[in-house]
Structures are given as structure tokens and as C-alpha cells.
Nanobody, 119 residues
Framework: QVQVAESGGGLVQPGESLRLSCKAS????????LGWYRQAPGKERELVARIARQGSTRYADFAKGRFTISRDNAETTVALQMNDLKPDDAAVYHCQVEDYAEGGPFYYWGQGTQVTVSS
């Protein structure tokens, strides 16, 4: 089992930055990809960015050039640096952990952290 906890959300003005953090704990030796997804009211959850254990990344088009994902394999943490935030970025951001333990892959989610972008 893997537990997932996010932090770092908040209220910012357009153009400002936020850094989200996520830590996976428990049985994390088989964790591969770590990712950030977001869900705005009335919309489906969508990928923001994800990063594999070896460091390869994938970004949604809206995130390219503004967001940066990074991870610390030793601590099984993943961060999302978000710059130049826009009102459309407002959503609940969820961390996803992909675990290749026996029988997997399994996907674990955190509770989410709220990001609000408003002037």
C-alpha cells in the first residue's frame, strides 16, 4: 500500500507562482511514475505533468513552458512548480503514484490540494 499526501495549494493572483509538493509513503520501492492531475468544477480530471523514475517527463500542452515537474527518488516526492498562473489553472490538483508492486500496476491518489487564481 502507498499513501499519498499533497501540499502547497493556495490563492494567488494571475501571473504569480505556486509550488505543489507530494510525498508517497509506505511500500514505495516499486513506484515508477509520479504525476499531477487537476480537476476544475464541472470538468474531467486531466493530466498536468508526470515524471518517470528515470526522469522522462510528459506535460499537457497548457503546462509546457510554465510548469516544471521534478522528483526526488530517494524521498519518493514529486513537485510541481507553476509559474505565470492563469485563472484557467484554478482547480484541485491531485498527485498520482504508479506502483509496479506484484500484481500491479496500481494507481494511488492523494486527496488533492486547491489552487485558486483570482485577482
Amino acid at each position: 500500500q502507498v499513501q499519498v499526501a499533497e501540499s502547497g495549494g493556495g490563492l494567488v493572483q494571475p501571473g504569480e507562482s505556486l509550488r505543489l509538493s507530494c510525498k508517497a509513503s509506505g511500500s514505495t520501492s516499486s513506484v515508477n511514475r509520479l504525476g499531477w492531475y487537476r480537476q476544475a468544477p464541472g470538468k474531467e480530471r486531466e493530466l498536468v505533468a508526470r515524471i518517470a523514475r528515470q526522469g522522462s517527463t510528459r506535460y499537457a500542452d497548457f503546462a509546457k513552458g510554465r510548469f516544471t515537474i521534478s522528483r526526488d527518488n530517494a524521498e519518493t516526492t514529486v513537485a510541481l512548480q507553476m509559474n505565470d498562473l492563469k485563472p484557467d489553472d484554478a482547480a484541485v490538483y491531485h498527485c498520482q503514484v504508479e506502483d509496479y508492486a506484484e500484481g500491479g500496476p496500481f494507481y494511488y491518489w492523494g486527496q488533492g490540494t486547491q489552487v485558486t487564481v483570482s485577482s
